[in-house]
């Protein structure tokens, strides 16, 4: 049988169901190219257009013997299942998608909670030592560190030279450091 034989699609049709080779490579070097454009229309994407094509084609090919399509739409029923593999790509990447945004706001909810009972854990260590700071040495660290005061201000308000204000912050950082550093580095 010669290939302009295969231009009615209802002989075209008859020969696939008997699994001609010859009549499937007519339909597939027919329409490989409209197809691969059409896909590659709807999807932006080149590779993913021969890769639905391929899909549409290997789908033909297997569903041969159970085609039933009239009045020359071949072309129309081809097209129209090539359309359905790309809507059932696209489900599926949008299905991974959610799946994996999903699964990154529980990494971001998990990360935030250690985060924060860690946070909380080490700003209470903090707060205990600082508690057990010699009384004038914690009223410096606490005027200078958590009020934001300058040490002349200090000086001023605790009635002590600034050399003294220096030194009682300088005691105070290096027991937080000694005490608290097995806890933040």
């Known amino acids: 049988m010669d290939n302009n034989s295969y231009k009615d699609d209802k ?38 257009a021969e890769e639905i094509a391929q899909q549409a084609f290997i789908k033909i090919w297997d569903k041969r013997a159970t085609l039933s399509i009239k009045n020359n739409g071949l072309k ?19 299905k991974e998608f959610k799946l994996l945004e999903h699964l990154k706001q529980e990494a971001y909810s998990d990360i935030v909670a250690i985060d924060f009972n860690q946070f909380e854990h080490k700003l209470k260590l903090v707060e205990t030592e600082i508690e057990n700071l010699p009384d004038q040495c914690k009223k410096v660290f606490v005027m200078g560190k958590k009020e934001g005061l300058k040490y002349q201000e200090i000086s001023e308000k605790l009635d002590i030279s600034i050399k003294t204000v220096e030194v009682h912050m300088s005691k105070a950082l290096k027991r937080l450091r000694t005490q608290l550093s097995p806890f933040f580095f």
């Open 76 to 94: 129309k029923y081809f097209f129209k299942m090539a359309y359905n593999l790309f809507i059932d790509y696209k489900r599926k990447v949008k």
């Open 11 to 48: 002989l075209l049709i008859e020969e696939l169901k008997k699994g001609s080779e010859v009549a499937y490579d007519y339909f597939f070097r027919s329409y490989h190219k409209q197809l691969c454009n059409y896909i590659l229309a709807i999807s932006g994407n080149s590779k993913l």
